[in-house]
């Protein structure tokens, strides 16, 4: 069994239980009435997020989708500013203008998310192609779901990225819906990973609710991108816990898969691998969870206290 140092399965704990408890308190929040346009939450994925991040350096770039909280955070996004632009304020991460369908910062390496699904992969492509021709050494890793393997923009990307071998991970978060379609109505394969065959592009299928696993397949990713050897593609099979989005209460899914996947939880589970190993115990674990619990709440003191937007910059970045 691999032995990881104590400090790194602290904070891949402190991670995913951040994540877990934000998107909790985001969605008791949006029911207030409190934030602007709608939310998609990423509960039940926190492992996919925080397991690719661990892997990746912070000046490696990741593309955020829709669903993409977790991986902000994953990627060293301040909660204080992801907040803020969830309630529209003037301190948020894109100045209160993109909401939660388009946050990002790249100061930390989090491209500004696009909600249309595929949209971000030809884009990562071409962050790719740019650190290949520069020399950066940097990688890229495009986060994008099992819905997004079936558009045109996603397969011209993986093209690009094979026949230049781009340094550049196509990470499928698959859980398995569509919003409300499941994966069997529109695929025959069996593993999202056999369409990466096609364009000879290595392709892994992980339990992306493992973030131990997920991080192991992704650091074997990065170094196979930094040696100039291409991209690769991981599906990681994970589930939402939540609808699609605040106003779907998910009645189209099975309850009996509904309930093997809670038994599979990643935040109890790995909270429960922790306590099998020594050098932790439960005092320490429950100091985890309270330090990201102050995280938390200085986050939602921090939004609720900063100011709107001012109406004369309601303009500004505006190019088209």
Same mark, same amino acid.
């Not at 409190?34 to 039940?44: E, K, N």
């Not at 955020?64 to 632009?85: C, Y």
């Not at 206290?305 to 109406?311: F, G, I, K, L, W």
């Given at each position: 069994?691999?032995?990881?140092?104590?400090?790194?399965?602290?904070?891949?704990?402190?991670?995913?239980?951040?994540?877990?408890?934000?998107?909790?308190?985001?969605?008791?929040?949006?029911?207030?009435?409190?934030?602007?346009?709608?939310?998609?939450?990423?509960?039940?994925?926190?492992?996919?997020?925080?397991?690719?991040?661990?892997?990746?350096?912070?000046?490696?770039?990741?593309?955020?989708?829709?669903?993409?909280?977790?991986?902000?955070?994953?990627?060293?996004?301040?909660?204080?500013?992801?907040?803020?632009?969830?309630?529209?304020?003037?301190?948020?991460?894109?100045?209160?203008?993109?909401?939660?369908?388009?946050?990002?910062?790249?100061?930390?390496?989090?491209?500004?998310?696009?909600?249309?699904?595929?949209?971000?992969?030809?884009?990562?492509?071409?962050?790719?192609?740019?650190?290949?021709?520069?020399?950066?050494?940097?990688?890229?890793?495009?986060?994008?779901?099992?819905?997004?393997?079936?558009?045109?923009?996603?397969?011209?990307?993986?093209?690009?990225?094979?026949?230049?071998?781009?340094?550049?991970?196509?990470?499928?978060?698959?859980?398995?819906?569509?919003?409300?379609?499941?994966?069997?109505?529109?695929?025959?394969?069996?593993?999202?990973?056999?369409?990466?065959?096609?364009?000879?592009?290595?392709?892994?299928?992980?339990?992306?609710?493992?973030?131990?696993?997920?991080?192991?397949?992704?650091?074997?990713?990065?170094?196979?991108?930094?040696?100039?050897?291409?991209?690769?593609?991981?599906?990681?099979?994970?589930?939402?816990?939540?609808?699609?989005? &605040?106003?779907?209460?998910?009645?189209?899914? !099975?309850? @009996? *898969?509904?309930?093997?996947?809670?038994? %599979?939880? =990643?935040?109890?589970?790995?909270?429960?691998?922790?306590?099998?190993?020594?050098?932790?115990?439960?005092?320490?674990?429950?100091?985890?969870? &309270?330090?990201?619990?102050?995280?938390?709440? !200085?986050? @939602? *003191?921090?939004?609720?206290?900063?100011? %709107?937007? =001012?109406?004369?910059?309601?303009?500004?970045?505006?190019?088209?």
């Amino acid at each position: 069994m691999d032995v990881f140092e104590k400090e790194f399965l602290e904070e891949i704990y402190r991670k995913i239980y951040l994540i877990r408890n934000f998107e909790q308190r985001v969605n008791q929040l949006f029911l207030k009435g409190l934030m602007p346009g709608t939310i998609h939450l990423s509960h039940g994925q926190e492992a996919v997020a925080v397991g690719t991040c661990m892997a990746l350096k912070k000046d490696d770039v990741v593309t955020l989708t829709h669903r993409g909280h977790g991986q902000a955070l994953a990627k060293g996004m301040s909660p204080r500013s992801l907040m803020a632009e969830l309630f529209g304020k003037s301190t948020g991460c894109c100045g209160g203008k993109g909401g939660s369908l388009h946050i990002g910062d790249m100061g930390v390496g989090a491209f500004p998310s696009i909600a249309i699904i595929g949209a971000s992969s030809p884009i990562a492509a071409g962050m790719a192609f740019a650190f290949k021709q520069h020399g950066t050494g940097q990688v890229v890793c495009n986060f994008h779901g099992d819905g997004t393997v079936n558009k045109g923009d996603w397969h011209e990307a993986m093209n690009l990225a094979a026949i230049w071998s781009l340094p550049m991970i196509f990470m499928c978060e698959n859980n398995f819906f569509g919003v409300s379609t499941h994966i069997s109505d529109v695929l025959l394969n069996e593993s999202l990973a056999e369409r990466a065959a096609a364009y000879r592009v290595p392709g892994k299928t992980i339990f992306g609710n493992d973030p131990i696993e997920v991080f192991k397949e992704v650091s074997r990713s990065v170094v196979h991108a930094r040696n100039g050897e291409g991209p690769t593609f991981i599906e990681a099979f994970t589930y939402r816990q939540g609808g699609h989005k &605040r106003d779907d209460p998910a009645t189209y899914r !099975d309850e @009996v *898969e509904v309930q093997a996947w809670l038994k %599979q939880d =990643p935040v109890s589970t790995f909270r429960k691998r922790i306590l099998h190993d020594s050098r932790f115990d439960e005092e320490l674990v429950t100091h985890l969870e &309270r330090e990201a619990e102050e995280v938390l709440e !200085d986050a @939602v *003191e921090f939004a609720l206290s900063s100011p %709107q937007p =001012p109406t004369e910059r309601a303009l500004e970045d505006v190019y088209a």
